[in-house]
């Protein structure tokens, strides 16, 4: 097989860092060779800025362009499902940012496509594909730590002057931005266990969506995850796994982490260096989960291993749940 050849939906921030992360990898394993937006003009800004040979000025012509074997969609959350079927139901590959859906059922009914389809699709999570994460559940495996007691995560930035992020209409709101990240972490670290309980609580912003939120998860064995996220001020942003015989931690932006600490010894996990300035903080990172999708697709997987369908059902499961407790509904959760 050739190079993976990606096709971008969407001309924005996170599209712009993916576009630079990608260049960080060998050109003969990963080729853009399109791009889409609803404004032709942002796309051929971006094909021009990035040396995508094709600019299509609507999604409809991406999914239909044959050149491309894998879309990276980039676009709000609340266009995450129609664009997402759209390529789906072209035969494309789909690499779609989280959330994947507004709601669980958003995630089935992609799922569900993807697999009448036969294609591959997953979330991308790109937190689950640092060589840190790696280490982690590595370290896991090998009963490093002995048997895990207690999560902590925290994520929290000023965010609410962002309207995508504030705005209903627009899916804003804390957990389906940057909450769920503590989340799918919590998840992962117990191995895809549906915890037994979900307690919420919160804040909510003028406009109807959550600010500021608590989740704590309790499993089975009186195993618990406790995670804090806000919009309204800049938190720690570290992450600590206890166990039984020690404690690993993650001192800084742990869903996109270049550092852990296994019982007070560091290990660092350098970035590949970005080509071009980025967005957001480590987003060159970006590269692992698109080498990742490049591996599933020579190996004719549908699905990923490390963030699976069965993953992304599981945190929009307790996203809708913890979005219940704190009274926040979107014109998606209508039946």
Known sequence: MGPTRWGICSAGKISHDFLVALKTLPPEDHKVVAIASRELSRAQKYAQMHNIPKAHGSYAELAQDPDVDVVYVGVIHPYHLPSTLLFIQAGKNVLCEKPLGMNAAEVKAMVRAAREKGVFLMEAFWSRFFPASEKLRSLLRQGT???????????????????????????????????????????????????????????????????????????????????????????????????????????????????????????????????????????????????????????????????SHADSELVHSILDEVRRQLGVSYPQDQP
């Open 145 to 307: 730590i002995g048997d895990v007691v207690v999560v902590h995560a925290d994520f929290g930035f000023h965010l609410l002057t962002i309207p995508r992020c504030a705005e209903k209409e627009l899916g804003g709101g804390g957990v389906l931005d940057i909450g769920l990240y503590c989340v799918q972490w919590a998840c992962m670290v117990f191995s895809g266990e549906k915890p037994e309980s979900i307690v919420a609580s919160g804040f909510l912003h003028e406009t109807g969506v959550d600010k500021t939120g608590s989740i704590i998860l309790n499993f089975s064995g009186g195993r618990q995850a406790v995670l804090n996220y806000t919009m309204v001020t800049q938190l720690p942003n570290q992450a600590t796994i206890s166990g039984t015989k020690g404690i690993i931690e993650f001192p800084h932006f742990f869903w996109s982490p270049v550092q852990l600490v296994v019982n007070g010894k560091n290990e660092e996990f350098p970035l590949p260096p970005p080509s071009q300035q980025l967005n957001f903080p480590n987003s060159a990172g970006l590269c692992y989960e698109a080498e990742h999708v490049r591996q599933c697709l020579l190996q004719g997987l549908k699905e990923s291993p490390v963030m």
